[in-house]
């Protein structure tokens, strides 16, 4: 295994109609609109270049890959210059290597020659480019250089050193055109030409965001990851794809034995088409972090010290364990929750023990705290719990209308994408409670931001809907094609009644009616209309009825069935669409077949050959109810911690406390451990062979790169717990779960390890229908035959604001963490974000005397909490917002149980809170970390 | 007593209250308003995504008197599995 090249064709492919030409005496035929520098690669020539690379466009500045063309006077560079018909090249020449090599002699005049202790050395192009033109000497020996400029060290991940800076601008053009950021510039001019973070800062105090494309794009050691300089080059790698968010980028994991070197992304990844974000680029660290926990412990009571033992001891303790609360409690006191981290293959092995094992299904996931309403709401409408579009279609977006989604900071390799078809003319509308940054960010500007308060989502949706059909700007063609006409008539009569009017709606939602007018023309006229959602949809009491209006909007206006449009959600982890894929939720097998379907049941009691339950089991909230009340004792949970992570959080750990074996399997002894009786530790997904699906339904491989430290694949944990209850497993690698999954599931029929190592990836729906997946649905007709219409009445949420909490609370999540942070936090990002602040509007700030920085409380009728404010008018008077990266801060302590009435997703955007002074952490945060450190204590021998 | 002070056979005697499952349900039921089959439609869901601990109690609830829930739950209860 050695590492893997991609071809760099040097500038990026054209789609234009055939062109036949000779170059050095071949003939090729290309695409209108190819520079002969692709030409010639597709050949097979190299033409020497530096300042060219395919995922930039042309620049033409290095003139290094001058050529000849017959007929034509001079030396044109070949990356600018496109094919004819007809024409004859020449790529070398006595003319073209005297060029070349007196312009290598001018670089290589300013640059220092210490190859053999470069970091970049066996990875330069510019070492690669002096072979390549033969230069020998370098006569220009006296002139000014700038060889004494000063390294930037600031960025946590990688180095800038000017000194090796050729100028060639494939930095500041990556910034520009693959982040979309223009963090980065080329000051002065002529000879004090210079590559500029900001107006000349350092890196880390600038916007850059450590994306770490102009590293990649970087030709060499000027930019250059500080884990290159400090182990040196790798030497084998393997594609494998990212365990951070649901785009699911595909890197190239590069190596030197088994220690990571450096994570690059695949230019052939076909979610990410070769760029990334600071996550899944360099914050990886914690798979190796101190803290990480690698033998198995347990304990009688969550007050004792842990005690490691054995895995077969550990293993055995918990069987028995269970084995005894269902014995006494019954079959049902225990269950399992999934983990939207974990590989498909894992997640499919825990629903299977937990329903065949368990013998009830009591299984449920994380995305009962996230998308639970998008799999309801798209499920009943279109017919599958499923966005509809692959991320490539928003290249063929006209208006995007992104509502309650923050992407640059949630979905950051898809903001690039998205923010660069803005830039080509696309037009953005932004529903909102927060000025997100892409209202408005460098060549960035939304048409219409819909400020709403929170809560009132279907209200606004509704009033869209309203100007949609009051103003006859749906779609009646494809509404009497691909719908129930009856049903959309009915919805129609129901949006187009006044009460649904912007005007009327502006007193529920404060977003003046005039622009809900304009922005919904904008979406039913403006051409292809793509809808991208996230959270800030479904964590709500109205989550899936807002889905279910997106559904509605969509299908009136035509924007469903090709690429261009579509209904996106953004997926939150890296894997919630496989989890929910693969059965995890209590009612349904995988492939969203529900428990009481006779036939499905067959199928599954067939294949596993026991008897299966057909009736739902507990979602997270009912199982801590049900643990409350004393009926549910056990919880086996994968990679998950619903302590720090799901609401309520006094709710939370009282169902955790009144349990009497709780099974943590993860890599940190995170807040839910603390709560725990058995720690099974788990493995990172550089340490596991499988696959993950992410928001757009591709399904691609994980591969294994290093040994598990803990000593088992987490399929290889559950499967051991499978054994010990009794019930026989016996896989001895996960494509034989995903082959078992196929032969159960239809729409992964198709789906196999070798067909994905085949294509790379695959988008399911993947069967006989479809053998090479499905990038777009429902084209030509939706998967539930007739897209159904439902009428969406808005019902304000029962948590209001009052006297005593007079603000709203609403929480995300920002660019740099991830999640509860259990990853992210012990790697170098926490320099961007070393604590959850409170966003405060200035008007509430100074109603209430604070000042930027004070510590404050934050209090809503669940709870209370402390931390810093932050001032600014990013959100609106009223409103208040923070994140919930930090388990000192627990912000999930102020969030309530309230849910959304169709899946229990909690409402965590709507939380009446008060906030006022404080001199630092509360009372329960401090007795909280004090319980923290008396739980995580381990027992030394 | 903690709850982590508690033993296995000291198990909280004190039930889930009502108050939660009669919100879900009158949740679910104003969803389905509009619905011409709105009764069909609560106790189908109901069916569909309560496990059967919420199911015995909700009916147990209602079989005390049902304070708190609305017309529509209330009939629709009466098409609802108890397991």
């Known amino acids: 295994m050695g590492l893997i090249k991609e071809t760099d064709f040097g500038t990026k492919l054209a789609a234009g109609a055939p062109v036949t030409l000779t170059i050095d005496g071949q003939s090729v035929t290309v695409p209108a609109g190819t520079s002969l520098m692709r030409a010639a690669a597709l050949l097979g020539t190299q033409i020497p270049k530096l300042c060219a690379t395919d995922s930039l466009d042309a620049f033409g500045s290095c003139r290094l890959c001058l050529v000849e063309i017959e007929g034509r006077p001079g030396t044109p560079a070949s990356c600018t210059t496109p094919v004819a018909e007809g024409q004859v090249v020449h790529t070398q020449s006595e ?38 033109v033969g230069l020998r000497e370098v006569r220009y020996e006296n002139g000014a250089t700038h060889l004494n400029a000063s390294k930037d060290d600031s960025n946590p991940y990688f180095q ?5 800076c050729i100028v060639c601008s494939r930095c500041v053009r990556a910034c520009a055109e693959v982040q979309g950021t223009f963090a980065l510039t080329i000051a002065g001019a002529g000879f004090g030409s210079h590559v500029s973070p900001g107006m000349d800062e350092a890196f880390l105090s600038s916007e850059c965001v450590s994306c770490g494309a102009c590293v990649q ?63 899944g680029r360099f914050a990886w660290g914690y798979a190796t972090h101190k803290e990480r926990i690698t033998k198995p412990m347990i304990r009688a009571a969550i007050t004792d010290p842990w005690r490691e033992v054995s895995w077969a001891e550990a293993i055995g303790h918990t069987v028995a364990e269970f084995k005894r609360i269902q014995a ?12 939207s981290r974990c590989t498909n293959e894992e997640t499919y092995l825990v629903q299977k023990l937990v329903r065949a094992g368990f013998g009830n299904n009591n299984v449920d996931t994380c995305a009962r705290v996230c998308h639970s309403p998008t799999g309801y709401g798209l499920k009943l409408t279109l017919g599958t719990s499923a966005g509809t579009q692959d991320f490539d279609s928003v290249e063929q977006a006209d208006v995007v209308l992104v509502i309650g989604a923050n992407p640059t900071d949630g979905h950051p390799v898809f903001a690039s994408r998205l923010k660069k078809r803005l830039r080509e003319g696309a037009k953005l509308i932004v529903a909102d409670p927060r000025r997100i940054d892409l209202v408005r960010s460098p060549h960035v500007e939304a048409a219409f931001h819909l400020p709403l308060r929170p809560g009132t989502n279907v209200a606004l949706v509704n009033a869209l809907a309203h100007v949609v059909v009051t103003e006859t700007l749906y779609d009646e063609a494809f509404i009497r094609a691909r719908c129930d006409w009856d049903e959309f008539s009915e919805w129609a009569e129901f949006v187009a009644q006044p009460r649904h009017s912007p005007e009327a709606t502006e007193t529920l939602t404060t977003v003046p009616a005039a622009l809900v007018r304009e922005a919904a023309r904008l979406y039913a006229t403006g051409g ?37 449009v579509g209904i996106n959600p953004l997926r939150g982890q890296n894997n919630v669409q496989g989890s929910c894929d693969m059965g995890s939720f209590p009612h349904e097998f995988p492939g969203y077949r529900h428990v ?20 739902p089991g507990l979602r997270i909230p009912n199982m801590l109810d049900a643990a409350i009340e004393g009926s549910f004792k056990g919880l086996y949970i994968q990679g998950e911690d619903i302590a720090q992570s799901d609401p309520d959080t006094h709710h939370i750990t009282a169902g955790l406390s009144a349990m009497e074996c709780v099974v943590v399997q993860d890599l940190f002894l995170n807040e839910t451990a603390s709560f725990a009786h058995v720690f099974l530790p788990g493995s990172t997904f550089l340490e596991k062979d499988g696959t993950f699906t992410n928001a757009e339904r591709r399904i691609q491989r994980v591969r294994k790169v290093m040994t598990p430290r803990n000593g088992y694949q987490d399929w290889e944990i559950t499967q051991m717990l499978a054994n010990e209850m009794g019930y026989a497993m016996s896989y001895a690698h996960p494509s034989e779960i995903m082959d078992e999954i196929a032969r159960t599931t239809p729409s992964f029929a198709g789906v196999s390890y070798a067909l994905l190592e085949d294509k790379g990836s695959v988008q399911w729906p993947c069967n006989q229908a479809a053998p090479e997946g499905t990038p777009t649905m429902h084209v030509g007709g939706f998967v539930r035959g007739k897209g159904k219409f439902v009428i969406t009445d808005y019902v304000a949420t029962d948590e209001k604001t009052g006297p005593r909490f007079p603000l709203l609370l609403t929480t995300g999540r920002i660019l740099s963490q991830y999640n509860v942070g259990a990853q992210t936090r012990r790697t170098e990002n926490t320099v961007w974000h070393e604590e959850d602040l409170l966003e405060i509007h200035p008007v509430d700030a100074e109603d209430r005397g604070i ?59 709507v939380t009446a809170v008060q906030v006022s002074h404080s001199n630092g952490p509360s009372e329960w945060q401090r007795r909280q970390r004090e319980h923290g450190a008396l739980s995580r204590r381990i027992e030394t021998a | 007593m903690s709850p982590e002070q508690r033993s296995p056979e000291q198990a ?32 189908s869901h109901i069916n569909a995504f309560w496990e059967k601990r919420m199911r015995r109690q909700i009916l147990a609830h209602l079989a005390a008197g049902g304070a708190g829930l609305n017309e529509r739950v209330r009939t629709a209860l009466r098409q609802v599995k108890p397991g």
């Open chain 1, 160 to 164: 800038f050193d000017p000194a090796k």
């Open chain 1, 328 to 339: 006494k409690y019954g079959p049902e006191s225990i269950g399992g929750i999934t983990s």
């Open chain 1, 528 to 564: 292809n209309g793509a809808i991208y959602y996230g959270l800030g949809v479904t964590e709500h009491s109205q989550g899936s009825t807002t889905v279910i209006s997106i559904a509605n909007l969509a299908m009136a206006t035509g924007n469903v069935g090709r690429p261009g």
């Open chain 1, 596 to 615: 009481a379907d006779d036939s499905t049941r067959a199928i599954f009691e067939s294949a596993w050959g026991v008897a299966l339950s057909n009736d």
């Open chain 1, 851 to 909: 000042r930027n920085g004070d510590w404050i409380t934050l209090k809503s009728r669940a709870g209370e909490t402390s931390l810093r404010a932050k001032i600014t008018d990013r959100v609106s008077p009223g409103v208040v917002y923070t994140t919930f990266h930090h388990p000192l801060t627990q912000a999930n302590v102020i969030t309530t149980d309230y849910s959304d009435w169709a899946t229990n997703c909690p409402e965590y955007k």
């Open chain 1, 95 to 132: 003319r073209l290597a005297k060029l070349r090599k007196g312009v290598m002699e001018l670089y290589i005049s300013d640059h220092p020659l210490d190859c053999l202790t470069c970091a970049a050395n066996g990875d330069c192009e510019l070492q690669d480019m002096a072979g390549a």
């Open chain 1, 217 to 279: 794009a970087c030709p060499t050691a000027t930019l250059i990851e500080k884990s290159v300089i400090e182990q040196g080059q790798p030497e084998h790698s393997a594609v494998t794809t990212c365990a951070y968010c649901g785009v699911g980028c595909a890197f190239k994991a590069e190596m030197r034995g088994e220690t990571l070197v450096r994570m690059v992304p695949y230019k052939d990844g076909q979610a990410n088409h070769g760029h990334s974000c600071v996550k």
């Open chain 2, 12 to 43: 909280s005697p004190e039930t889930a209250p009502p108050e939660k499952l009669i919100r879900m349900a009158n949740q679910i039921s104003t969803f389905f308003q509009h619905h011409p089959e709105a009764e069909a439609e609560i106790a």
